[in-house]
């Protein structure tokens, strides 16, 4: 039985083309690239060629981009690094309440060393209201950390307002952009964010490999502390396979994100459109407008035990039941909880992330295994 792979929000495979690019880099260009012999040189214009790209799909100067080792040490800089630099007195830091566990777990260590964190809570649909976030902002508040869309339930947020009003009020502002990066377009040049964190993986691109985007002048304390790479801001070897991957799945998404997006955008259409034809009590968790395109979390009445992903992965179906990290814990989603729904909801949702590679028989073929598989549970409750 082939598996039908809906869980590209937990990871993508990487695109034929981006493994192609890297073949080279760990055969024949694998010098070091801060070695200053002639393969060193050659593994140092293709790392930057990496950053050209990337930066190229973020409307960001090659400067700005730092390698590092994905999504969870980006938001980690981000916040210890931030934190590190405070100015004196400045100990207040503001994260939205539905952020991953990289920016919330580093934010709860920040707390323990001292720091005033503010969690900003959501409405039903997981949204930060920017006036929430106004409301909230003190003389000492240091940074303001919301994530561009939700990894749970797809919402996205409105980063332009929120970056607006903590610009105005000169607080540097961090976006956690690991589910959009590749998916929709961002682009750092009109955007008022002064930090933004990516992933490679997450747009087909290779695992172990990410990006801080960390504006001209904004002051941030390193994370590692090491050899003088990255300008002496991110110590260690560089990832020269990783970042040449990177770089090329950047490449590829600035050439194919429109179409793909419209394309998968369909697809979710079509899968919501199915179950609510096939199931009764069918609900929609996020904001039916502002969503990822690939992104489909959906509850099911009368559910109350987390049964339904495991049912799927028997009928050769992956999805996931909420975020991958939290899979096998049985615990509600703070994202599910922060929107107000009740902890059964939790149990009672699947979240369908589509791909580059999703067809419509698949769809139509989940559709039916989500039947089935909510009957039985129905039954089971
Ligand atoms: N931030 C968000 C929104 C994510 O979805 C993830 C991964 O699921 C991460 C951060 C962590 O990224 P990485 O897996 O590259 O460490």
Redesign the pocket.
């Known amino acids: 039985m082939n598996t039908i792979y809906f869980d590209h929000?937990?990871t993508t495979p990487t695109d034929p083309r981006v493994v192609e690019a890297m073949v080279p880099v760990f055969q024949t260009h694998f010098a070091n690239a801060s070695s200053t012999h002639e393969p060193g040189a050659r593994a140092r214009v293709l790392v930057e060629d990496g950053r050209r790209r990337l930066a190229a799909l973020l409307g960001a100067q090659p400067e700005e981009v730092y390698f590092t080792s994905?999504?969870?040490?980006s938001?980690n800089w981000a916040l210890k690094g931030m934190a590190a630099a405070r100015p004196r007195g400045k100990d207040h830091c503001l994260v939205s309440a539905v952020e991953?566990h990289?920016?919330l777990h580093a934010a709860e260590r920040l707390k323990r060393l001292g720091v005033a964190v503010e969690l900003i809570p959501v409405d039903a649909v997981g949204r930060v209201d920017p006036w929430e976030v106004a409301q909230r902002i003190r003389p000492t508040t240091f940074l303001v950390s919301v994530?561009h869309a939700?990894?749970e339930v797809g919402t996205i947020q409105p980063i332009a307002a929120i970056g607006a009003l903590c610009r105005e009020r000169d607080i540097p502002f961090h976006v956690?952009a690991?589910?959009t990066v590749g998916h929709i377009p961002i682009d750092l040049a009109t955007l008022p964010v002064d930090l933004l964190?990516l992933?490679g993986?997450?747009f087909y691109g290779p695992k172990g490999v990410?990006a801080l985007f960390i504006r001209t002048g904004l002051r941030i304390q390193p994370l590692m502390d090491g050899g003088g790479q990255e300008g002496g801001r991110r110590a260690g070897t560089l990832n020269s396979p990783g970042i040449v991957g990177l770089g090329a799945a950047a490449h590829i998404a600035a050439a194919e994100l429109a179409p793909a997006a419209t394309r998968v955008a369909v697809l979710r259409d079509r899968l919501l459109t199915g179950l609510h034809a096939a199931i009764d009590g069918v609900a929609l968790n996020g904001c039916p407008a502002e969503r990822l395109p690939g992104n489909l979390s959906v509850r099911f009445a009368g559910i109350i035990e987390p049964l339904l992903q495991g049912l799927l992965a028997e009928a050769g179906v992956a999805c996931s039941s909420g975020?991958?990290?939290t899979s096998t814990i049985r615990k509600p989603s703070h994202v599910m909880v922060a929107m107000g729904l009740p902890p059964e909801a939790s149990y009672a949702s699947l979240r369908f992330a589509l791909g580059r590679s999703t067809t419509p028989e698949e769809v139509d073929h989940v559709v039916i295994a989500t039947h089935r598989a909510v009957e039985h549970a129905r039954r089971a409750t």
Do not use: I
Request: glycine content about 12%.
């Open positions: 929000a937990a994905g999504g969870t040490e938001d991953h990289a920016v994530m939700n990894n956690d690991v589910q964190s992933s993986h997450k990410g975020s991958a990290c």
